[in-house]
């Protein structure tokens, strides 16, 4: 079973561009979330899918983040325009139900905004 | 505030000592609690789901604890082997959240296993 997905794996952008994430969830995970790592901070969750709908997005920083998940399958994370604090680690995970499952996480993407 | 803590946040120990990592959380009220293991530049593996009903789970040399009472979960490694230098990551969650399917993490352990 293929797990957790991410694309890129770095990602080096200037400050205002724009940057789109891509997470690929574990085959049959109605429950996908995103999760960011900013340096030297815990990792913090920013919002949680089940299927195409956003359950809680209460994480999200602010309105510069977008994630989308048509069809309810893959999710996309974009950026714009992004500022220098947004650089950290975004991760992607999913689950098979919202409480009770394992969280299974990707490798993550590795933003640095300059 | 729902909080989760890790102690300590470094810990050297020299190949085949057996350790403890620990990990606190600030409210009683969790459907579970899940220990990572993150390698440096890599994702997170999950190494042990505790749900709150249960007191402890074991994988091979691993074994995790939890006390829901006093908010406390303990990750014990058998026999530390240098293979096991990596970040350790708790997670729980909380039941008192806006939907109760968010993890919080502590800011994690980071083991160096001496040969």
């Known amino acids: 079973e293929a797990g957790v997905t991410q694309f890129p794996s770095h990602s080096v952008i200037e400050k205002g561009q724009t940057v789109t994430l891509r997470c690929d969830p574990i085959?049959?995970?109605?429950?996908l979330y995103w999760y960011r790592r900013v340096m030297g901070k815990e990792i913090k969750f920013l919002l949680h899918?089940?299927?195409?709908?956003?359950?809680?997005e209460s994480g999200m920083p602010n309105n510069r983040f977008l994630a989308e998940r048509t069809g309810g399958t893959y999710s996309t994370l974009k950026v714009q325009p992004a500022e220098l604090e947004d650089s950290g680690v975004y991760f992607c995970?999913?689950?098979?139900?919202?409480?009770?499952?394992?969280?299974?996480f990707g490798s993550g993407t590795r933003l640095t905004v300059v | 505030k729902q909080e989760v803590t890790q102690i300590p946040a470094a810990l050297s120990v020299p190949e085949g000592e057996n350790l403890v990592l620990n990990c606190s959380f600030t409210?009683?009220?969790?459907?579970?609690l899940q220990w990572f293991r993150q390698d440096p530049g890599k994702g997170l593996t999950s190494l042990l789901l505790?749900?709150?009903?249960?007191r402890e789970q074991t994988s091979g040399r691993l074994n995790a604890s939890l006390d829901k009472s006093s908010g406390r979960s303990t990750l014990y490694i058998a026999a530390s082997q240098p293979g096991d230098s990596a970040t350790y990551l708790c997670?729980?969650?909380?039941?008192?959240?806006?939907?109760?399917?968010?993890?919080?993490f502590g800011e994690g352990t980071q083991l160096t296993v001496n040969p």
């Open positions: 995970a999913s689950s098979q139900d919202t409480r009770l499952a394992a969280v299974n």
């Open positions: 085959s049959g995970h109605d429950n």
């Open positions: 899918f089940v299927k195409e709908s956003k359950q809680d």
């Open positions: 409210d009683s009220a969790i459907y579970n």
């Open positions: 505790i749900q709150s009903s249960q």
């Open positions: 997670a729980v969650r909380f039941r008192r959240e806006t939907s109760g399917s968010r993890l919080t």
